[in-house]
């Protein structure tokens, strides 16, 4: 069964520098998607990506975040300038459809996630 | 925008028992639950979802109730065994962002 991968599994970078997080979503997925978990707490939203452009996106996904997809398969999350408080597992997640009332086009699959840690 | 509430964080339930989780939600267009489980340090897998046409779904030893009135959604889990231990996230979605509830402990005692 197809499944969506990331990579790293786990990043440790320094305050202040830039990481890229990759994502390969499944082939014939069109939606995508980036999440986090803090340790110990909910996932939460970041931004969703379709058409090449960013569909929607939280309160968390600030000027510092900014998505890709640079080829056809890869799907990037950059984070500009890290802080302690990025620290946290990210998801990455796709789905072929989204919104739509047909069962099980619109179901997100989720990455098993990169572990970012920011000293 | 969405809010999830999840009840209880923790539960304790011994093997053969069931288990009940509930959520409320806020938003009034969304329309689509799923529910997933996550284990410790891996991905959440979904493991059952209900949309807004439908207000209860069964899997085996897993159900879902939906009540779009009160804005209520719970998940069941019957004869629960060992491997049902993990976290249970409740989510909420209206066109693309998935709200997650604040998750719930399950640990099935042998």
């Known amino acids: 069964e197809p499944e969506v991968t990331q990579t790293p599994s786990h990043q440790v970078t320094q305050m202040g520098q830039e990481v890229i997080l990759r994502c390969v979503p499944i082939s014939n997925h069109l939606y995508f998607y980036w999440y986090r978990q803090i340790l110990g707490q909910k996932v939460e939203f970041l931004v969703s990506?379709?058409?090449?452009?960013?569909?929607?996106k939280s309160e968390i996904f600030d000027d510092q975040f900014s998505v890709e997809r640079p080829d056809g398969s890869n799907f990037t999350l950059k984070i500009r300038s890290t802080k302690l408080e990025d620290s946290a597992m990210y998801f990455c997640?796709?789905?072929?459809?989204?919104?739509?009332?047909?069962?099980?086009?619109?179901?997100?699959?989720f990455g098993p996630g990169t572990r970012l840690t920011v000293l | 925008g969405e809010n999830v509430e999840q009840h209880p964080s923790t539960l304790s339930v011994q093997e053969g028992d069931s288990a009940v989780i509930k959520c409320t939600y806020s938003?009034?267009?969304?329309?689509?639950f799923p529910w997933y489980k996550q284990e410790l340090g891996k991905r959440p897998q979904l493991i059952i979802d209900?949309?807004?046409?439908?207000g209860e779904k069964k899997d085996q030893r897993i159900a879902v109730t939906l009540n779009k009135t009160a804005k209520h959604f719970s998940l069941h889990i019957t004869e629960t065994q060992p491997e049902d231990s993990a976290v249970y996230f409740c989510a909420a979605r209206g066109y693309q962002k998935v709200t997650f509830g604040t998750g719930t402990k399950l640990q099935v005692i042998p």
């Open positions: 990506f379709y058409n090449n452009e960013i569909s929607e």
């Open positions: 997640a796709s789905s072929w459809t989204s919104g739509q009332p047909n069962p099980s086009t619109d179901t997100q699959y």
């Open positions: 938003d009034s267009a969304s329309n689509y």
């Open positions: 209900i949309r807004s046409n439908v």
